[in-house]
């Protein structure tokens, strides 16, 4: 199993390409990469953790909505 460091790298690496996108393409672009993003993560999280686990995911998506980072 990857360390938490390792997870971290994986989601630095997924904000730079949306940053790459935005840049390249435009907010319209990154949004729907985003949303592709998600909804492939979530189909993942169904097929190896379940239908729970991915409420839990998504609910987390919900959650940060709005909020600034």
Do not use: N, W
Not at 21 to 33: K, M
């Amino acid at each position: 199993m990857a360390a938490d460091s390792d997870y971290q790298k994986i989601a630095e690496h997924a904000l730079a390409m949306l940053k790459a996108v935005y840049l390249h393409e435009g907010p319209d672009a990154a949004v729907t990469s985003a949303r592709y993003m998600v909804e492939a993560t979530a189909i993942v999280i169904a097929e190896e953790l379940g239908p729970a686990e991915t409420r839990r995911f998504l609910h987390v998506v919900g959650m940060t909505q709005g909020q600034e980072h």
